[in-house]
């Protein structure tokens, strides 16, 4: 017994010994890296504008990286009250986790509540019967009458309480349009607001005073942008087939409008055109709990096949007016399979037989040189603050003006 008992205190000895040189040598060790870390941050913060903001670079084509006017936190926080209209009938948005899981055996079990249980969404084709909330129909026209074709109409997907968002835009690129008499007009796509009449009533002061924003009666929703993109594809053919092309983009992207109208200018007309940014052979997201990417969760019972057909991302796409109604038209007989805009118009030109061109090329064919004054080589600069949108905007301007 003597001997076992000094053999279990040389052991316990060795393991506090080795206990407290991994304090020593560890723990200070990790104390420095996280404090170098937040000076990194810090020192990445305090510069002119985030070089994540203005480097824009390819997105991996392994998994979508969708662009949405909704971000992270008004997703997360409003999904229960965002109830698209696809389909008007009740479902018990507590359902439990369990119920969940045996409807969807195939796929990685969740460990929160999904969207799908959150909100009811089914794929069903909309023959987009809404009524207009306000309607800026003399927008492409010149006191009543129709005036002679121009470049380009921008068609800015916008939440309706993203006010400041929407006030920007007006103070940036499209003052500088009419200052610079640029051949573009500007009108925002808004639903009919979550919180209803009373964030209604200041939506209506704010189209009457600027007379660019279209909204129908559908609820305003993330889930409900295919029905968004649909509006302004339908207004376009209805109030402003003058124009030569159009583009859907976001309202937190800054457009350097000036060379985007001079190089579609130049080659109007064209027949067939859709310019944007292509995504090829985009898994949809399986699994429930794939962090950042979760809230694009397609089970197979929603999207069976391996791949998204090839969409363009969603903060820019552009086609030449003869594609808009095209593309309608195809909505009336394609239902979106998931609710994701960009993925929804990628089925309706793959209905329609319609390639994608690559802006990415098909600009630095045009600008082999990057401007010193502009901070990308493209039109869209993504994803930005109002302060940058303003910053960026100054760029866009000073190298038109040299």
Sequence with gaps: MTRFSRAYKRLFAAILCECLTFMVCFIPFGSVQKHSVRINLSSKETSQLGKTALSYRHTSHDQPAYRSIWNETIATDNLTNHLPLFNNSTQNTEQNEEGHQEEHQEEPQSETLTWLQRTHWESKIDLHTYKYLNNPRDKCNSNGFVVEGFTLLVLVKSAPNNYELRETIRETYIQGTLKHNSSIKVVFLLGFPAHGEADQMDINKEADSNRDIIQEDFQDSYYNLTIKDMMGLKWTMTFCNNSH?????????????????????????????????????????????????????????????????TYPQGYGYIFSIDVVPQVFQASKEVPPPVPWEDVYIGVLLEKIQINITNKFYWYRQRHPVKNPLLPTNDYFMIQLSIAQMKTIWNSVESAFLR
């Excluded at 190089?263 to 944007?276: A, I, T």
Aim: aromatic share 14%.
């Design 245 to 309: 092309f159009v583009l859907v983009t976001d309202d937190d992207i800054m457009i350097d409008v000036f060379t985007l109208v001079e190089d579609l200018s130049q080659v109007y007309p064209v027949n067939q055109f859709v310019l944007g940014e292509p995504t090829y052979g985009a898994a949809p997201i399986r699994n429930p709990n794939h962090g950042t990417l979760k809230k694009f969760y397609t089970p197979l019972s929603l999207y069976p096949k391996a791949r998204y057909p």
